[in-house]
């Protein structure tokens, strides 16, 4: 199992991007985002995401660096199987004073969004994403050492393959230009519960 970037799929490419085996670049596309119903009403399906497809449990990691300059610009990592089942992490820029570090899971065509504030002062952040069959955990770190956990959760929809990788989107007037390093699979680290 690694990452590999003959592997990668693209859901809404993008006009710009590079692509190398270290590193990733994606320039968002003005009102691009990913979200289901929830409280706006609304349906976005249209962020910019490149996913590769695992059918076994994994540990996936990934360093993500980005100069954000409109609200509700982000980037980070995510799942998408379908447009209703899918799920999101990233920092979501809010303003001068305070940024939302957060995440989105969508099932069966309903988006929940769980969030922290954090200074908008911080442009960097380390994602890692384990999977065990339906559950899944997701940590944050600000230095790619020290991990913590932001959630646990479960994909309704009976998944076989994976498809996992990171996306960028700016659901404004917006374009900015995010960065991704250091990705990484692995076996999954996620040690099984015991009481």
């Known amino acids: 199992m690694e990452f590999n970037i003959s592997k990668l799929t693209w859901l809404n490419k993008p006009k710009k991007f590079d692509i190398s085996e270290k590193i990733i670049i994606i320039v968002t596309e003005p009102k691009t985002d990913f979200w289901q119903k929830t ?3 609304f349906s976005h399906d249209n962020a910019h995401a490149l996913v590769q ?3 076994e449990d994994f540990t996936f990691s990934v360093k993500t660096y980005f100069n954000v300059k409109k609200p509700y610009d982000q980037c980070g990592v995510t799942i998408y199987q379908d447009n209703k089942n899918w799920f999101k ?13 957060g995440s989105v899971v969508t099932n069966i065509g309903y988006s929940d969004w769980s969030t922290e504030e954090i ?5 960097t952040m380390w994602y890692r994403l384990s999977r065990k069959g339906q ?8 230095d790619g050492l020290k991990f913590k956990q932001m959630r646990i959760f479960h994909m309704h929809k009976l998944i076989d393959k994976v498809n996992v990788g990171i996306y960028a989107c700016s659901p404004m007037v917006s374009s900015f230009t995010a960065v991704f390093t250091n990705m990484n699979f692995a076996n999954c680290i996620w040690q099984k519960h015991s009481f």
């Open 53 to 55: 497809s695992i059918d």
């Open 89 to 101: 992490a990233s920092i979501e820029y809010e303003n001068k004073q305070y940024s939302k570090l």
């Open 39 to 41: 409280y706006y009403g």
């Open 135 to 142: 559950d899944f955990l997701i940590e944050n770190s600000y």
């Open 119 to 123: 200074s908008t002062d911080i442009n």
